[in-house]
């Protein structure tokens, strides 16, 4: 187990989303709010050390949720770019942890996150989610492994690392990752509401992001 205020939250926000389309995929409207905002506001009562949004290309503005903004200057680069971005960050701050979240994953749960919390046993642990089949994100990260995510390239991101780790199994209904148009329809249809269709899309004034998500702009 593991004191969420050893942990630093790395959120990966700077997907390219080439299998999305041209649009800001995480400024998509999802009941009634940005989509990345999901997250944010699952995860805000958590105590984290620090919390760490890894961006490019966005309108959202993270820094007004309680994030430390980090640029990927280059996200074709793939995800394991993002990834190393964070760990650093969170290298940087002091972080015993790090639990790696995504930001096209507007379903996850603090409940769950908790759990990945109860089952770390030290530095070398890796805790995925899983949905009975397939491990992946939120995944947490004991600082023993911080070289080897640093040492990631492409865009299978810390996959390996993750099949390796201990899998807390969860529904699939929370582990939904939003990658393509479908996804997305497919999400306000099974969950949405009928505003959620509707345009203008986001962006929003960043100055009124917090109150959009009930997050405090003072974060954690």
Do not use: W
Request: glycine share 10%; with cysteine; hydrophobic share 40%.
């Amino acid at each position: 187990m593991i004191d969420p205020e050893q942990v630093a939250l790395v959120l990966l926000a700077a997907g390219h989303s080439h299998r999305f389309g041209e649009v800001d995929k995480l400024a998509e409207p999802f009941l009634d709010k940005p989509l990345a905002y999901h997250v944010v506001t699952a995860l805000e009562a958590i105590p984290f050390m620090t919390r760490i949004a890894i961006v490019s290309d966005t309108v959202l503005d993270f820094a007004e949720l309680g994030y430390e903004v980090v640029e990927n200057p280059d996200p074709t680069l793939g995800q394991a770019r993002s990834v190393c971005h964070g760990v650093k960050r969170a290298k940087e701050r002091g972080a015993q942890a790090v639990l790696i979240a995504l930001a096209d994953m507007p379903r996850v749960t603090a409940g769950h996150v908790y759990r990945l919390f109860d089952a770390f046993v030290g530095d070398d642990s890796v805790v995925a989610s899983s949905d009975g089949v397939q491990p992946m994100p939120p995944a947490l990260f004991g600082k023993g492994r911080f070289e080897e995510l640093l040492a990631l390239d492409g865009d299978q991101g810390a996959r390996d690392l993750i099949r390796g780790g201990k899998h807390v199994v969860t529904s699939p209904a929370e582990l939904i990752d939003i990658d393509t148009q479908d996804d997305l329809r497919d999400l306000r249809e099974t969950f949405g509401l009928k505003t959620d269709h509707v345009t203008p899309r986001f962006p929003i004034d960043p100055a009124g992001a917090a109150g959009a998500t009930g997050a405090s702009p003072s974060g954690d």
